[in-house]
């Protein structure tokens, strides 16, 4: 079965820092390229960060330089860390697989000011 698990949002104040963890199970992880979406109320789906298979990555210019993307190909795992965040980066943060379009369940981030 494939599942794509978040974990790790939560309430954190301006300035502050949280890591999003995304276990993958059911699918060959290290050939995927995974990324992290996110989704504020009334927007749109927008891509924060994304990393290939081969460990390369790209990161939407608002949030370069403050969060970092990571795969852990042992444990099927890919992390997001953000630190600095402010209050626009509230939104609720889904993980993704491609090939295939996967998506998690997605876990809220809030920011307060």
């Known amino acids: 079965q494939v599942q794509l698990v978040e974990s790790g949002g939560g309430l954190v104040e301006v300035g502050g820092s949280l890591r999003l963890s995304c276990a993958a199970s059911?699918?060959?992880?290290?050939?995927?390229?995974m990324g992290w979406y996110r989704q504020a109320p009334g927007k749109q789906r927008d891509l924060v960060a994304i990393?290939?298979?081969?460990?390369?990555?790209n990161y939407r210019p608002s949030v370069k330089g403050r969060f970092t993307i990571s795969r852990d190909n042992a444990k099927n795992t890919v992390y997001l860390q953000m630190n600095s965040l402010k209050p626009e980066d509230t939104a609720v943060y889904y993980c993704n697989a491609n090939p295939g379009n996967l998506w998690g369940q997605g876990t809220q981030v809030t920011v307060s000011s």
């Open positions: 059911g699918i060959w992880f290290n050939m995927y390229a």
């Open positions: 990393i290939a298979s081969d460990g390369s990555t």
